[in-house]
Nanobody
């Protein structure tokens, strides 16, 4: 059972990146998938979650309107589209899977992917 997050990189302020979270060993369809980030010296922050069976999505105020989470069941992948990126979005981004599907407790974690927003 493994989650893999990828797609990070260096982008200028105002730019876009699309992160991907792919599962191996299990099917993501009914899991809630959360995207988290952690900047140096700061705690881990949930930046988006899509509940099991795509019933609901969640975004904190800091990213609402700029980030969009989506799921492609055929590819067993969840995406995080990040637009209008700001320097304060710089962090290591992680994806995690919640078996109960309600974005509360995460059972599996992927390795992080670095996102750097800088000119």
């Amino acid at each position: 059972v493994q989650l893999q997050a990828y797609g990070g990189g260096l982008v200028q302020p105002g730019g876009s990146l699309k992160l991907s979270c792919t599962a191996s060993g299990f099917t993501l369809n009914y899991y809630a998938i959360g995207w988290f980030r952690q900047a140096p010296g700061k705690g881990r922050e949930l930046v988006s979650c899509i509940s099991g069976s795509d019933v609901a999505t969640y975004y904190p105020y800091s990213v609402k309107g700029r980030f969009t989470i989506s799921r492609d069941n055929a590819k067993n992948t969840v995406y995080l589209q990040m637009n209008s990126l700001k320097p304060e979005d710089t962090a290591v981004y992680y994806c995690a899977a919640d078996y109960w599907g309600d974005c509360r407790k995460y059972d599996y974690w992927g390795q992080g992917t670095q996102v750097t927003v800088s000119s």
